[in-house]
């Protein structure tokens, strides 16, 4: 049986890219010949503020006092499992050594980057949770520098919770700057901060396009594209959990796409029926963002079964992926493709996002089919090295000797020979490569 859309998209989530990336590209090129001054331009030019750009211990203390005790108790709490998760995850990579052959030995080093810029979006919302996902895992990785960098309301500046949250975090400096300025800022190493070697964080298509250009120079999480889910249901699935899901997921903005995917037709229908009622009891900005998101982007497919609504999944390699279905121990083995992975009603993609420990930062636009989230291993350079005895290094400079020769490469050919010759004088070796 074919896959059946009983809602098929009528658009697909893509920036202007060309419009987009010209604009980026010579405010980038401002900043990095106009350095402070430039940006402090694009900063009141874009943000409308004129405050102060590296908050002080004063401001920052100011700020805190600022959060309701209540909300400090959640970012707190959000901040104490994400830790947890991240030291978790920087467990699983150890340094190593091993004896390739008799008397060489090589090994591998985890080392964090120096300095790490967090972006944290602001705009419509403040995105505290951004804030914890990315200075946490930075903080845990061992970073040494570490800026968060967050847009600030016009003549006001960043939100008392985003500077709570960075600070308590581990952020050595909170930047005041957003957009392009601030990536620039960051990876330029503008007003006294150190040089980036690795950008962080989502936001917008301006940001994103900038990570885009600056990479090779930094260190990037990844290109973000609008967020999007998926949810695999079958016939034991709650149609009003599912809709609710789906819209929570659709209020994200106008452009972010939700999927169903299920073998049970009598649930689709009923999911399609519900979704616009949840839609309507939004706010209104949120409902607008849902209301688009829905009309335009979303889907519903059904497919023949469970075997089949896996691969579908796969093929679309979501970013959040939802699994309301039996058997959840078969899904979790099966599934290859996403971002972070939520199974059983009991749990939801906005737990991830908010509180529950693993990042929020994940691949968009079927990303996944190659790449995971944000984590402690993104700030962490995996990197070897290889010691001998002279023992050691004589089987090895003979191969490298005749595939260097092969390969046309008579400089290297010429580093291994050198070792022989001087190491043991009186034996003769076959160094001449055969074709």
Same mark, same amino acid.
């Given at each position: 049986m074919p896959r059946e859309y009983l809602k098929k998209a009528t658009l697909h989530a893509r920036s202007d890219a060309g419009e987009t990336r010209e604009i980026v590209r010579g405010i980038l090129d401002d900043i990095?010949?106009?350095?402070?001054?430039?940006?402090?331009?694009?900063?009141k030019k874009f943000d409308k503020y004129e405050g102060e750009i590296l908050l002080s211990d004063e401001a920052i203390a100011a700020a805190t006092a600022l959060v309701p005790e209540k909300l400090r108790r959640d970012i707190d709490f959000s901040h104490a499992n994400v830790k947890k998760f991240a030291e978790a995850q920087k467990g699983t990579v150890q340094d190593f050594e091993i004896e390739v052959v008799p008397g060489l030995t090589a090994g591998q080093k985890a080392i964090p980057v120096d300095a790490a810029g967090c972006y944290v979006p602001g705009g419509r919302y403040s995105h505290i949770a951004s804030a914890i996902m990315t200075v946490? %895992?930075?903080?845990?990785?061992?970073?040494?520098?570490? !800026?968060?960098?967050?847009?600030?309301?016009?003549?006001?500046?960043?939100?008392?919770?985003?500077?709570?949250?960075?600070?308590?975090? +581990?952020?050595?400096?909170?930047?005041?700057?957003?957009?392009?300025? +601030?990536v620039a800022a960051m990876t330029f190493g503008l007003f006294g901060l150190p040089k980036a070697n690795i950008l962080v964080g989502p936001g917008n298509q301006f940001v994103a396009e900038a990570k885009r250009m600056l990479f090779g120079r930094v260190g990037i999480d990844?290109?973000? +594209?609008?967020?999007?889910?998926?949810?695999?249901? *079958?016939?034991?699935?709650?149609?009003?959990?599912?809709?609710? /899901?789906? !819209?929570?997921?659709?209020?994200?903005? =106008?452009n972010s796409p939700v999927w169903l995917v299920t073998d049970h037709k009598p649930l689709a229908k009923?999911?399609?029926?519900?979704?616009?009622?949840?839609?309507?009891?939004?706010?209104?900005?949120?409902?607008?963002?849902a209301t688009a998101a829905w009309r335009d982007y979303a889907?519903?497919? !059904?497919?023949? *079964?469970?075997? @089949?609504?896996?691969?579908?999944? /796969? *093929? =679309?390699?979501? @970013?959040?992926?939802t699994v309301q279905a039996e058997d959840l121990d078969w899904w979790l083995n099966r599934l290859s493709c996403y971002g972070s992975l939520f199974l059983g009603e009991e749990t939801t993609v906005a737990f991830g996002d908010k509180a529950a420990g693993t990042n929020h930062v994940l691949p968009t636009s079927g990303a996944a089919s190659y790449t995971g989230g944000l984590s402690v291993h993104k700030y962490m350079k995996i990197v070897t090295w290889?010691?001998? %005895?002279?023992?050691?290094?004589?089987?090895?400079?003979?191969?490298?000797?005749?595939?260097?020769?092969?390969?046309?490469?008579e400089g290297h050919a010429r580093t291994a020979d050198i070792r022989l010759k001087k190491y043991f004088p009186d034996e003769t070796f076959d160094l001449t490569a055969d074709e």
């Amino acid at each position: 049986m074919p896959r059946e859309y009983l809602k098929k998209a009528t658009l697909h989530a893509r920036s202007d890219a060309g419009e987009t990336r010209e604009i980026v590209r010579g405010i980038l090129d401002d900043i990095e010949a106009g350095g402070d001054a430039a940006a402090l331009e694009y900063a009141k030019k874009f943000d409308k503020y004129e405050g102060e750009i590296l908050l002080s211990d004063e401001a920052i203390a100011a700020a805190t006092a600022l959060v309701p005790e209540k909300l400090r108790r959640d970012i707190d709490f959000s901040h104490a499992n994400v830790k947890k998760f991240a030291e978790a995850q920087k467990g699983t990579v150890q340094d190593f050594e091993i004896e390739v052959v008799p008397g060489l030995t090589a090994g591998q080093k985890a080392i964090p980057v120096d300095a790490a810029g967090c972006y944290v979006p602001g705009g419509r919302y403040s995105h505290i949770a951004s804030a914890i996902m990315t200075v946490t %895992t930075a903080k845990v990785a061992g970073c040494k520098n570490i !800026v968060a960098c967050s847009p600030p309301r016009p003549d006001v500046g960043i939100a008392p919770a985003i500077i709570y949250a960075a600070h308590v975090c +581990g952020a050595d400096k909170i930047l005041a700057m957003g957009g392009v300025q +601030g990536v620039a800022a960051m990876t330029f190493g503008l007003f006294g901060l150190p040089k980036a070697n690795i950008l962080v964080g989502p936001g917008n298509q301006f940001v994103a396009e900038a990570k885009r250009m600056l990479f090779g120079r930094v260190g990037i999480d990844m290109i973000a +594209g609008p967020t999007d889910s998926l949810i695999l249901a *079958d016939k034991t699935a709650d149609p009003e959990v599912v809709a609710a /899901d789906l !819209v929570g997921q659709a209020e994200h903005g =106008y452009n972010s796409p939700v999927w169903l995917v299920t073998d049970h037709k009598p649930l689709a229908k009923e999911v399609m029926r519900l979704v616009p009622k949840h839609i309507e009891t939004l706010p209104e900005v949120n409902r607008d963002n849902a209301t688009a998101a829905w009309r335009d982007y979303a889907e519903v497919i !059904v497919c023949a *079964d469970r075997e @089949e609504m896996a691969a579908c999944s /796969d *093929d =679309y390699a979501p @970013e959040h992926l939802t699994v309301q279905a039996e058997d959840l121990d078969w899904w979790l083995n099966r599934l290859s493709c996403y971002g972070s992975l939520f199974l059983g009603e009991e749990t939801t993609v906005a737990f991830g996002d908010k509180a529950a420990g693993t990042n929020h930062v994940l691949p968009t636009s079927g990303a996944a089919s190659y790449t995971g989230g944000l984590s402690v291993h993104k700030y962490m350079k995996i990197v070897t090295w290889q010691r001998a %005895t002279r023992e050691g290094a004589k089987p090895v400079a003979e191969a490298t000797a005749r595939i260097a020769r092969l390969e046309g490469m008579e400089g290297h050919a010429r580093t291994a020979d050198i070792r022989l010759k001087k190491y043991f004088p009186d034996e003769t070796f076959d160094l001449t490569a055969d074709e």
